[in-house]
């Protein structure tokens, strides 16, 4: 049951079809997902749950706002967009 619903967060549609993996598969996927992801968007990601997962909406939005001004000045991030490639994180 669980592999199920992380088929939908972790595989692609096609993928999801092919295959059911286990929990502990469909979680190696997911951290292998994450571990490709840049250390500033994981801190920010991080901050957003810890600090905006009760917040009122308003400030949910505020401290939303905040993040995304923050990853949008990362180094690569708006490089990689124009020249539509993936960014190389280097954690700055």
């Keep these: 049951m669980v592999a199920e619903q992380l088929d939908h967060l972790v595989l692609e549609p096609d993928e999801a079809r092919a295959i059911r993996p286990s929990a502990l598969?469909?979680?190696?996927?997911?951290?292998?997902?994450?571990?490709t992801a840049g250390p500033v968007a994981m801190r920010?990601?991080?901050?957003?749950?810890?600090?905006g997962g009760d917040a009122p909406l308003a400030a949910g939005l505020q401290l939303e706002?905040?993040?995304?001004?923050?990853?949008?000045g990362t180094d690569?991030?708006?490089?990689a967009f124009v020249a539509k490639r993936k960014p190389r994180f280097g954690g700055h």
């Excluded at 598969?25 to 571990?35: Q, Y």
């Excluded at 706002?65 to 949008?72: F, I, K």
């Excluded at 690569?76 to 490089?79: G, N, P, V």
């Design 25 to 35: 598969e469909a979680a190696r996927v997911l951290a292998g997902r994450i571990g």
């Design 44 to 51: 920010m990601a991080k901050r957003l749950l810890r600090e």
């Design 65 to 72: 706002q905040a993040v995304g001004a923050v990853l949008y």
């Design 76 to 79: 690569d991030a708006i490089a």
